[in-house]
């Protein structure tokens, strides 16, 4: 199975910025997509941002334009840069990875543990 490692977030000032790393390791045949979610007090998780295998992106209305997401598929790595940051960015950060376990399928999800982003005003 694949079990991804969040780094990188923190307390910042509102528009500031902050990069937030994910790993992902183990045992898996390939990774399909991944992406960032986030999970505010009091809310459900909404997706932030996500990628594909080929690098092709999609961003949630609130943080278009001033979120990339990247990914290294040699490294199995995915970034989350956000600038310009609100307030309202304030969550719990979670990666998210969808892979497949064999050759030929059982694809699965896997779930950082998740890490703190805190926007003072």
């Known amino acids: 199975q694949v079990q991804l490692v969040e780094s990188g977030g923190g307390l910042v000032q509102a528009g500031g910025s902050l990069r937030l790393s994910c790993a992902a390791s183990?045992?898996?045949?390939?990774?399909?997509?991944m992406g960032w979610y986030r999970q505010a007090p009091g809310k459900q998780r909404e997706v932030v941002a996500t990628i594909t295998s080929r690098s092709s992106t999609n961003y949630a209305d609130p943080v278009q334009g001033r979120f990339t997401i990247s990914r290294d598929s040699a490294k199995n790595t995915v970034d989350l840069q956000m600038n310009s940051l609100k307030p309202e960015d304030t969550a719990v950060y979670y990666c998210?990875?969808?892979?497949?376990?064999?050759?030929?399928?059982?694809?699965?999800?896997?779930w950082g543990q998740g890490i703190q982003v805190t926007v003072s005003s």
């Open positions: 998210n990875a969808n892979y497949n376990f064999r050759y030929n399928g059982d694809t699965r999800d896997a």
């Open positions: 183990g045992r898996f045949f390939s990774i399909n997509a």
